[in-house]
């Protein structure tokens, strides 16, 4: 007999396929199911402005008017007969004159700058920090209506080194007077203003404030430092006597601030503590434009101020530049440096206090 076939084993199941996914339409947009969700990606097509700056109050302008007042009078003052002493008229010479228009320009032109709209801030933080220099030197300019009696036996006048027998303030002692004043009323009114003049930025100088607080900090002492120090000084006298022996005698000149008297001092020490105050007020004012024209106020009168003493040193041979005058050079190029790097800084890195984008 033939054996029956073994039937053929059956192999695994096969594996059912499944129909193919039928391809989505591509999507047109997203399906209005509700209103539109604003984006809250940055539009990179239109940057923000810098600065946004509102409308400048009528108080503003009007402060902005007393000082450019002030700083034509300081201007027309350089050009006047200072003061008599003894039989000597003592006036600025020409090349004096024009060093001492750096600050009253300043002045004139932070002023326009708030009388046009233009960066409001910036104008009255200079405005406010030369109204602020004014009080100080106001006093110390009171100083010269004294009599003869009130003043030291030698002084300076303008660069030259002369006897007191007799001290008669002329027009541009006066004038300076007036110009101080209106500087000291344009303080007032800045700092009535302020709150209500509207000039913002991003903000981004904010990391950088404690940085540039140590920077005004050694300004100011600089700054100081010249109020405080002599701003000439006299060569010394050799003396020869009959015998031949030489004897060398110190000349008075200009004195350090414990040897002045009367206003002359208090002006010198309100001076100096207002340099080192506003200072370090002015890294604080917001804008970062605002503490940028504030140092910049305080520059333009140390430079004017040493450049002025400088011209003064070399132009008598009784006469040389002290550690004030230089002290007084290297505070305004400071300040000047300090707000130049603010102008221009921008913070580089995580600094404290900054949020990169996408972190929060």
């Known amino acids: 007999m033939s054996k029956a076939r073994r039937p053929a084993k059956a192999g695994p199941p096969a594996k059912a396929v499944r129909p193919a996914k039928a391809a989505r339409p591509a999507k047109a947009g997203r399906a209005a199911t509700g209103p539109a969700r604003p984006s809250t990606r940055p539009d990179n097509s239109a940057p923000a402005p810098r600065h946004v700056v509102g409308p400048v109050p009528p108080l503003a302008r009007v402060v902005a008017a007393l000082a450019l007042l002030a700083a034509l009078t300081v201007a027309v003052a350089a050009f006047l007969p200072y003061a008599e002493v003894g039989r000597e008229v003592v006036t600025a010479p020409p090349l004096d004159r024009l060093l001492a228009l750096l600050w009253p320009l300043t002045v004139a032109a932070a002023a326009v700058s708030v009388l046009a709209g233009v960066l409001p801030r910036l104008g009255l933080a200079a405005l406010g920090a030369t109204g602020a220099v004014a009080v100080g030197t106001g006093i110390r300019e009171l100083y010269q209506l004294g009599s003869a009696g009130s003043h030291r036996a030698v002084e300076v006048f303008l660069g030259r080194r002369l006897v007191t027998t007799a001290v008669e303030p002329r027009l541009a002692v006066y004038l300076l007077l007036a110009a101080y004043a209106l500087l000291v009323l344009?303080?007032?009114?800045?700092?009535?203003?302020?709150?209500?003049?509207?000039?913002?930025?991003?903000?981004?100088?904010?990391?950088?404030?404690?940085?540039?607080?140590?920077?005004?900090?050694?300004?100011?002492?600089?700054?100081?430092?010249?109020?405080?120090?002599?701003?000439?000084?006299?060569?010394?006298?050799?003396?020869?006597?009959?015998?031949?022996?030489?004897?060398?005698?110190?000349?008075?000149?200009?004195?350090?601030?414990?040897?002045?008297?009367?206003?002359?001092?208090?002006?010198?020490?309100?001076?100096?503590?207002?340099?080192?105050?506003?200072?370090?007020?002015?890294?604080?004012?917001?804008?970062?434009?605002?503490?940028?024209?504030?140092?910049?106020?305080?520059?333009?009168?140390?430079?004017?101020?040493?450049?002025?003493?400088?011209?003064?040193?070399?132009?008598?041979?009784?006469?040389?530049?002290?550690?004030?005058?230089?002290?007084?050079?290297?505070?305004?190029?400071?300040?000047?440096?300090?707000?130049?790097?603010?102008?221009?800084?921008?913070?580089?890195?995580?600094?404290?206090?900054?949020?990169?984008?996408?972190?929060?």
Do not use: I
């Open 186 to 360: 344009a303080l007032v009114g800045t700092l009535l203003v302020w709150s209500r003049t509207t000039m913002e930025d991003a903000g981004d100088f904010d990391p950088l404030r404690p940085r540039a607080l140590v920077l005004a900090a050694v300004a100011a002492l600089a700054g100081v430092l010249a109020v405080v120090a002599p701003t000439h000084d006299a060569p010394d006298d050799v003396v020869v006597g009959p015998s031949g022996f030489r004897t060398t005698m110190s000349v008075p000149a200009d004195v350090t601030l414990p040897e002045r008297l009367g206003l002359d001092l208090a002006g010198s020490a309100v001076l100096a503590l207002t340099v080192f105050v506003l200072a370090l007020v002015a890294v604080t004012l917001r804008p970062r434009l605002a503490a940028v024209g504030c140092l910049g106020g305080l520059s333009a009168y140390f430079l004017g101020s040493g450049l002025v003493a400088v011209t003064q040193a070399g132009r008598y041979d009784d006469l040389q530049l002290g550690p004030g005058g230089w002290l007084a050079l290297l505070a305004g190029v400071l300040f000047a440096g300090v707000a130049g790097w603010a102008t221009l800084a921008r913070p580089t890195a995580a600094e404290p206090g900054e949020v990169l984008p996408g972190s929060g």
